[in-house]
């Protein structure tokens, strides 16, 4: 698409028009040696996936439902950062694309007034320490008309909340050239402090009373910013607390 200015991401595409998954395509097409920035799009996906096998709703050409695979070299333990600086490129991307003062909802979602309009799920294959494959798979909710019964109260799409539709073309191209940027950003300077101040303006969470649960135990808190490694700190009574995105739910208070 002439709407595409990366160098890399998306230089490399697969487009479904109904597939079960984009995430699951980029994982078997990783294994296939697919490049480092291929970007999988569907239409429709018949079996989204959310996390902790959670489901996707990714109805037919009301979305942008993609997936990007990133063949980094990091360390495992750094990808809790790739899911940040997507959250982020997303978020500013939307942004710019529509004006609507959305936000992150750490440390995987993008919400507008409470309810979901974004979710981003981070999967890896990983070869001894070092990750070979990574695929991140976003999905917004862009020009959907209405959601199902079960998703009505926590749900929105851009076309809901603007009242027109939005290009998903347009969108995707920001997605990937902001995604581009904050990666590269992130390969030579980590999540350093003016990473972590951009994110913090953008987060709800941070600020926020929020209430951990962390196996059987679980505590309340402000959220006062993220780690050096991408973790929540939540300021408790008994002094700041480090919380990482696999362990816990965090729930607004
Ligand atoms: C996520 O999981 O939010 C990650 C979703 C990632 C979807 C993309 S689409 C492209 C790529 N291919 C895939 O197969 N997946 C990725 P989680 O935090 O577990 O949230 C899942 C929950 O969000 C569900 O249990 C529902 O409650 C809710 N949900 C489902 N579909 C939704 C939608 N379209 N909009 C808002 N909320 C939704």
Redo the contacts with the bound molecule.
């Keep these: 698409s002439p709407l595409l200015t990366t160098a890399c991401l998306g230089r490399t595409v697969f487009s479904y028009e109904v597939t079960d998954?984009?995430?699951?395509r980029a994982r078997e097409e990783a294994d296939r040696g697919a490049p480092h920035g291929s970007v999988f799009f569907?239409e429709e996906?018949t079996?989204?996936?959310?996390?902790?096998g959670?489901?996707?709703?990714?109805p037919r050409g009301e979305?942008v439902?993609?997936?990007v695979l990133l063949r980094p070299k990091l360390a495992p333990a750094d990808i809790a950062q790739i899911t940040l600086l997507t959250g982020l490129a997303v978020c500013d991307a939307i942004r710019e694309v529509t004006g609507l003062p959305v936000q992150i909802k750490w440390p995987?979602?993008i919400v507008l007034d409470g309810k979901?309009?974004v979710?981003?799920?981070t999967e890896m294959a990983a070869e001894e320490d070092r990750i070979c494959a990574l695929v991140v798979?976003?999905?917004v909710?862009v020009n959907?008309p209405a959601?199902p019964e079960?998703?009505k109260d926590?749900?929105t799409s851009l076309l809901l909340a603007t009242g027109k539709p939005v290009s998903r073309k347009e969108l995707a191209a920001r997605i990937l050239l902001r995604l581009e940027k904050e990666y590269e950003t992130f390969l030579r300077q980590g999540a350093n402090a003016a990473f972590r101040k951009r994110y913090a303006e953008r987060c709800a969470t941070i600020g926020s009373l929020v209430k951990v649960v962390m196996g059987n135990e679980e505590f309340a808190g402000t959220a006062i910013g993220i780690s050096e490694t991408g973790a929540l700190l939540v300021q408790t009574g008994q002094g700041i607390r480090a919380v990482n995105s696999g362990e816990v739910s965090v729930r607004g208070m």
């Design positions: 998954s984009t995430n699951r569907a996906q079996g989204g996936r959310g996390r902790l959670r489901a996707w709703s990714a979305g439902w993609m997936s995987n979602d979901k309009l979710g981003i799920l798979g976003i999905g909710n959907n959601f079960e998703l926590k749900a």
